[in-house]
């Protein structure tokens, strides 16, 4: 039978409006800050913030370029643990740009201290984090988050982009799956 992924939520953490209403406010935020700036470069990193990426680029008026890095955790399930790998890195040099990276989310910390730490020896003009979520329980080792949507419990979270097991991804909102989908891998 087709899988329905909305049998698979055991509730919605962040519904639609809450999100839109945060995002934008985040964008305005990024307006006034960045207003001296030129050269203002949103580095997604994917695949989780494909969605955030599209919504927080959309509500800011200022003129940005937009770039992709793809990042991968090595672990599987639900848990990271620690060890990072480009998978795709920029083609383009980010000498004298104003970096802001676009995440999903930010849990033990380990990919973007990784992925900032890399970024910083390529001389950005400056460089800051935007996330969508922080899990701050989490942390294992300290980030420097400049923007956060939202701080959420030590939940696995899925939706606007977030997948487990690479699905539900398309749900328009942040919903906690039922302990059942994870089975045994957790
Ligand atoms: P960190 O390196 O532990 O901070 O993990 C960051 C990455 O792990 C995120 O970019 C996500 O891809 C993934 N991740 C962490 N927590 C969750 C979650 O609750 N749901 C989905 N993905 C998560
Ligand atoms: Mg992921």
Known sequence: ?????????????????????????????????????????LLGVLKGSYIFMADISRKIKRPHEIDFMIVSSYGSGTKSHGGVRIVKDLKQSIVGKHVL???????????????????????????KICTLLSKPSRREVPVDITYT???????FVVGFGLDFDELYRNLPYIAILKPSVFGTDT
């Open 1 to 41: 039978m087709p899988k329905n992924l909305q049998n698979d939520i055991a509730s919605i953490l962040i519904d639609e409006a809450t999100l839109q209403d945060r995002i934008q406010a985040i964008a305005a935020q990024i307006d006034a800050d960045y207003a001296e700036h030129d050269e203002l470069l």
């Open 101 to 127: 990276i676009i995440e999903d989310i930010v849990d033990s910390g380990h990919t973007l201290t990784y992925l900032s730490d890399l970024l910083q020896s390529r001389s950005p003009a400056s460089l």
């Open 149 to 155: 949507g939202f701080e959420v419990p030590d939940e």
